[in-house]
């Protein structure tokens, strides 16, 4: 078995991440990965995460594949819609408040936590700079998410997605209207969208 091949075509199938699971469905042991890995044939991202040594990592589809329950907010999301100038620093996620992250993600990301009966509002998927589907909300979860979170994120950052959300095209504010009741804050973002708009 030519298992360089073999994991080639999983990498480009999966954004470039080798993910143990599935290189052991097709036949490639633990001990396999842990053998080309000291060859360096193959980089460790973290624990049952590797990538091809000439393959760029897609950190944002790496930090998404190692839970079902994380989806990228605050900064982070802002970016992948390009309501932000900048590069989150450190990316930013939202987990249900019954779920515990794995350290790794801890490590890697600042983690936000909400009711799981909220969880699900306006998820969807957003592509990564390197062109990879990813878990995100959608621009006016969003922007609901920043005003919740503005105390944290610094006024900065929380005007200015505020003023491109204002000026976008593809602003829908009842959307954002029925969000903001959902998430109690319907009467903040009135105020900060009567400045606005």
């Known amino acids: 078995m030519d ?34 890995c000291k060859e360096e ?36 999301a802002l970016f992948l819609h390009g309501i932000s100038d900048r590069t ?12 515990i992250p794995s350290s790794s993600v801890k490590s890697e990301c600042k983690v936000y936590y909400i009711k799981p009966e909220l969880f699900d509002l306006g998820r969807t998927k957003l592509m990564t700079p390197s062109g990879n589907a990813v878990p995100a909300y959608d621009l006016e979860r969003t922007i609901c998410d920043v005003i919740r979170s503005r105390n ?22 009842n959307k954002l209207s029925s969000y903001s009741k959902q998430l109690r804050i319907s009467k903040v973002l009135h105020q900060y969208l009567e400045v606005l708009l």
């Open 3 to 36: 298992y360089m091949t073999e994991l080639a075509a999983i990498a480009k199938e999966h954004g470039g991440i080798i993910e143990t699971k599935d290189a052991t469905q097709n036949g490639i042991s633990k001990a396999m990965l842990s053998k080309l």
């Open 152 to 173: 944290k994120i610094g006024t900065e950052t929380f005007l200015a997605a505020l003023k491109m959300y204002a000026a976008s095209q593809k602003k829908d504010l």
């Open 88 to 99: 989150p620093f450190v990316h930013t996620i939202t987990v249900p408040s019954d779920r």
């Open 41 to 76: 044939k193959i980089h460790r991202l973290v624990k049952g995460q590797y990538i091809l040594p000439d393959d760029i990592q897609d950190e944002l589809l790496s930090i998404s594949k190692r839970s079902e329950s994380i989806v990228f907010s605050h900064e982070t």
